[in-house]
C-alpha cells in the first residue's frame, strides 16, 4: 500500500462544522471545597497529569484561531495554579473573553488585581446558599462563605463584572429569594440560578440533592416574580432540573455544536460529562491540534447533527431546537445515550425519570458523599489511556 491517500466520497464534500463560540478550559481538578454536586468526574485527575504553562498557551493560541469568543477558566479552583496569571494574560493577548470561574476561596487581594491587571474580563464566583453555616456544610469547609463575601467585594472595588452562581438542591431551594438579594448585595451583575444537574458527584448524592415536584414549581414562581421586580437591576439565570421537565434541553447548544471542555490533562470533550460515556474515544491536544479535534474528533461526530438519532426523535419536529437533548442523560437513566433523552414527555422513557425523581426526592437522605480524589468508595477505578492506548 503506497503513502497517497485517496479522498473518501463521502467526506470529500463535507462541511465543516461552524467554529465553537467558548470554551471551558479545565485547568486544574484541585480545590478547596467538596461540593457534593460537583460536576467534575467522580475519579478526579490529579496535578502530575496537569498540562504544562506552554501547552495551555498554545490551546488557547488555536482556539481564538479557530473563533471561539469565550474562554472560561475553570477546575477545580482555577487560580490554585500558580501560572493563573500569565495564562489569563496569553488568553487576553490572543483576543479572548475571559471569565474566571472560582470558588473564591485561596484568592488573594494580590492575585485577583494581578489577574485584574492582566486583562481578566470577568468573574463568576459560586455560592452554595444564603445562610452561612448551610453554605459552609454544602462546600464541605467552615468559613467559606465569609471568604466569598469579602472576594465579592474585592471583585468590585477592582472594577471587574460579577457573576453570582448558585447551584439549586433540596437544601437551599427554600432560599432562592435570599441567594438573589444576596448577589445584589455583592454588587453582581447576574445571577445564575441554576438547579442542579446529576452528573459527576451530584449523580452520586441523587438521594440528598433531589428537591420535590412542588419545591421546583415554587422555585419556579420565585425567579419569575424576582425577575420582574429586578428588571434592570439584575439579570437572573435559571436552568431547571431535568428530572422534573416535559421537554429536553439542547445539550450545551447541540452536542458539538457551540463549545468544548479541556480537561486537565488535555482531554477535549463535547461535553463536561462527556467521559461517561464508555464507547467514546476522546482525542488529547498533546496529540492533535484543537480545530482537528474539533471538526474531526469521533466523539464530536458521534453525536452532532442528527442523522445518530432513533424514535421518537427522528421523526420529531423539535430535533433541530433540542438536538435530542443530553446523551449523557440518556446513559445514565436508560443504559443508551442514543435514546431519547428521558427528560422528554416523549420519551418511551419519561416515566423512569419522573420515577427516580420522586424517588430520590422522598428518600430523605442528608448525609453527602463529598467530592474527593479519593472517588467513591467500592467504585472500580476507570483506567484512563491515551487514543494509542498508553497508560497515562
Request: aromatic share 6%; proline share 7%.
Amino acid at each position: 500500500m503506497n503513502d497517497m491517500t485517496v479522498p473518501n466520497p463521502s467526506t470529500a464534500t463535507r462541511v465543516p462544522p461552524p467554529a465553537p463560540l467558548g470554551m471551558l478550559a479545565e485547568l486544574t481538578h484541585r480545590c478547596p471545597l467538596s461540593c457534593p454536586y460537583c460536576s467534575n468526574p467522580v475519579d478526579l485527575e490529579k496535578r502530575s497529569l496537569e498540562l504544562d504553562t506552554e501547552i495551555w498557551k498554545r490551546v488557547f493560541s488555536e482556539a481564538a484561531a479557530m473563533g471561539v469568543l469565550h474562554l472560561h477558566l475553570s477546575g477545580g479552583e482555577p487560580t490554585a495554579r500558580r501560572d493563573i496569571v500569565e495564562l489569563t494574560a496569553h488568553a487576553v493577548k490572543v483576543g479572548l473573553y475571559t471569565n474566571l470561574i472560582t470558588s473564591g476561596i485561596g484568592v488573594t487581594y494580590d492575585k485577583l488585581k494581578e489577574l485584574a491587571d492582566a486583562g481578566l474580563d470577568h468573574v463568576q464566583l459560586s455560592i452554595q446558599d444564603a445562610l452561612p453555616d448551610n453554605a459552609d456544610r454544602i462546600a464541605g469547609l467552615k468559613g467559606a462563605h465569609e471568604k466569598k463575601r469579602i472576594l465579592a467585594g474585592q471583585v468590585l472595588e477592582l472594577g471587574l463584572p460579577l457573576t453570582i452562581n448558585a447551584v439549586i438542591h433540596r437544601a437551599n431551594i427554600e432560599n432562592i429569594e435570599a441567594l438573589v438579594n444576596m448577589a445584589l448585595e455583592f454588587g453582581a451583575r447576574r445571577v445564575e440560578i441554576a438547579h442542579s444537574q446529576y452528573y459527576g458527584w451530584a449523580l452520586e448524592n441523587r438521594n440528598m440533592l433531589m428537591p420535590t415536584r412542588e419545591q421546583v414549581m415554587a422555585a419556579a414562581a420565585t425567579v419569575e416574580r424576582l425577575r420582574e421586580e429586578l428588571q434592570g437591576k439584575l439579570v437572573i439565570d435559571a436552568v431547571v432540573p431535568d428530572y422534573y421537565a416535559r421537554l429536553p434541553k439542547p445539550c450545551v447548544g447541540g452536542w458539538g455544536k457551540q463549545s468544548l471542555n479541556v480537561t486537565p490533562q488535555g482531554k477535549v470533550l463535547p461535553c463536561h460529562a462527556a467521559e461517561t460515556i464508555p464507547h467514546l474515544v476522546f482525542d488529547y491536544v498533546t496529540d492533535k491540534s484543537l480545530s482537528e479535534i474539533w471538526e474531526h474528533g469521533s466523539a464530536f461526530e458521534a453525536y452532532r447533527g442528527t442523522s445518530w438519532m432513533k424514535e421518537p426523535c427522528t421523526s420529531c419536529p423539535r430535533k433541530e431546537i433540542d438536538f435530542g437533548g443530553c446523551r449523557c442523560q440518556a446513559l445514565a437513566i436508560t443504559g443508551d445515550p442514543a435514546n431519547a433523552d428521558p427528560a422528554c414527555s416523549l420519551s418511551p422513557f419519561h416515566a423512569k425519570i419522573t420515577s427516580l425523581a420522586l424517588k430520590a426526592a422522598d428518600s430523605g437522605k442528608t448525609d453527602y458523599v463529598y467530592r474527593s480524589f479519593g472517588g467513591v468508595e467500592g467504585r472500580p477505578k476507570v483506567q484512563i489511556t491515551r487514543n494509542n492506548g498508553a497508560p497515562v
